[in-house]
């Protein structure tokens, strides 16, 4: 599956990933063919102190370090078992879905 299949900017499309022992959290901006630009801001149990306001940095995350990084996306509508019964959507990796 392609990014742009994937990803949509215009949705506010949300990922995590995880890089230094950290968890970054935001949304896709922009998707390309081989990387994804996102505004992302460090998960607040990470921040020094958890009622500063989040900083927003805009990153490049190439298919390349998906894998390594653990880059997963919000699967939004349906359970892990395919049904809309009492969740609203769950985490994904990005890298095995589209298979970099």
């Not at 599956?1 to 959290?25: F, V």
């Not at 500063?52 to 997963?72: A, C, H, M, S």
Request: charged share 20%; aromatic share 12%.
């Amino acid at each position: 599956m392609k990014l742009q299949e994937l990803l949509n900017p215009e949705r506010y499309d949300a990922i995590s990933y995880d890089h230094s022992g950290k968890t970054y959290d935001g949304y896709v901006t922009e998707v390309n063919d081989d990387h994804i630009v996102a505004r992302v801001s460090l998960q607040s149990m990470y921040r020094k102190n958890v009622h500063d306001e989040p900083v927003w940095n805009t990153v490049i995350l190439y298919k390349q370090v998906f894998r390594g990084l653990n880059v997963q996306f919000w699967f939004d509508g349906q359970g892990c078992d395919n049904s809309a019964i009492g969740i609203s959507g769950y985490w994904e990796s990005l890298a095995d879905t589209i298979g970099a």
